[in-house]
């Protein structure tokens, strides 16, 4: 038993000191400017963010490509099977964004306000089309809300829908967008917004499909670039311990490097750890980690979900999705879906094979016969993926 103690500590000590585990450390309690002034998580700010990311005018000087990225993303996500939603493949094939008027900006700080409503987070309107667009619409209109660290609330929403119908009625459609932390889409989009033609993305969403591949932009501005570097580490930013809003491809490239180095050291610091934790204290092991599992070893956490009337418990997120795509197969909901289905440019939802649209394999599929879906996601991120899929079927779900 000593030597196994002296072991695990010359490989833990072996850890703490590589260098890829100082940089990682460090960079997970980075300053930035969001929190240095103490509003990492004010809603009002991120809105301000992603409204200069959208405008196409912006000091950023990517003209349009924000904006062109952000509605591939709607359009990824859009699940909503509701008679009057429109089309946003459509609208990403004969829309003109460069007139698109994107508020809050740089020379108009204010959010769009509507009595007895609301105000808006951020709201995009002067579409242009290079065609007439689908009767009966005659302008189309893109309201954002936004959610931080606050809980979604559901009669806002309601309003919102109500606001959309009355505008329906002259012939406006306006696409709604709900982007929050992933942890907040726990539920079915009926469910949880109280009308299925929300479009939900997460900040990882923004992250992956938005703001990286800015970042990356040729033309981006210094100032921009320096922007969106401060906006990422906010994200990245562990409020009082909590989950960060986003995990980046750097930290999950890391945290693989150390893990096939330094593999015995971090598994017993996870199983040490995961003993320390009940079920009542959010599994460490999908919540905490960017990686679902860290070695064969590790302790199964039980998740509960209910799906109409049928109730599922499954250890892992494989096992939940193996068990759901094997409920929809028994209801005959699997052979209706349009595969495969994108839950962004670099991942599938659900495919006939277990390779991403980069090429890239799933990391940790789960299979059903011929269908897999990656379950190499947190507890979180695997819910709201899910909810997305069974958005596809018109099918409700709750997290017991």
């Known amino acids: ?137 005659k302008e189309v209109q893109i309201l954002v809300e936004m959610k931080v660290g606050a809980a979604i609330d559901i009669g806002q929403c309601t309003r919102y829908m109500a606001h959309i119908y009355r505008l329906m009625q002259q012939g406006i459609f306006t696409i709604p967008v709900y982007l929050a932390p992933s942890h907040a889409f726990v539920k079915d989009t009926a469910s949880l917004l109280g009308d299925d033609r929300w479009i939900r993305i997460d900040f990882q969403d923004l992250y992956e499909e938005v703001i990286e591949p800015c970042l990356h932009a040729p033309t981006v501005s210094p100032f921009g670039l320096t922007m969106l570097n401060e906006y990422v580490k906010t994200l990245r930013y562990r409020l009082k311990g909590g989950s960060p809003l986003i995990i980046t491809q750097r930290d999950q490239d890391l945290v693989r490097q150390l893990f096939a180095q330094h593999e015995s050291a971090i598994t017993m610091l996870y199983q040490i750890l995961s003993e320390q934790f009940t079920s009542d204290s959010a599994d460490l092991a999908e919540k905490k980690s960017p990686i679902q599992a860290l070695s064969a070893g590790t302790q199964p956490v039980k ?54 649209p980069t090429g890239n394999a799933f990391i940790l599929p789960a299979r059903y016969r011929d269908y897999y879906m990656e379950a190499n996601k947190s507890r979180d991120g695997g819910l709201n993926d899910l909810g997305k899929l069974l958005g596809f079927c018109g099918l409700h779900f709750a997290v017991l």
């Open 1 to 137: 038993m000593a030597k196994n103690s002296a072991d695990y500590l010359t490989a833990i000590l072996s850890l703490i000191h590589d260098p890829r585990f100082v940089q990682f450390e460090a960079e997970q309690t980075a300053p930035t400017i969001f929190n240095a002034v103490g509003r990492t998580h004010t809603e009002t700010w991120h809105s301000a963010l992603l409204g200069w990311l959208l405008d196409p005018i912006a000091s950023h000087q990517l003209g349009v490509y924000p904006l062109q990225r952000f509605l591939l993303l709607l359009a990824n996500n859009q699940v909503t099977n509701h008679a009057a939603a429109f089309d946003l493949q459509w609208l990403l094939t004969f829309v003109k964004l460069a007139e698109a008027n994107v508020r809050p900006n740089e020379r108009d700080p204010n959010e769009v306000r509507v009595n007895d409503t609301g105000r808006f987070d951020v709201f995009i309107d002067r579409l242009k089309f290079e065609t007439d667009l689908p009767p009966p619409w």
């Open 303 to 356: 998740i509960t979900i209910q799906i109409e009337q049928t109730i599922f418990q499954a250890k892992s997120m494989r096992d939940l999705y193996q068990q759901v795509l094997g409920y929809l197969d028994q209801h005959e909901l699997l052979a209706t879906l349009p595969l495969p289905i994108a839950s962004g440019s670099k991942r599938y939802l659900l495919a006939t094979e277990p390779i991403h």
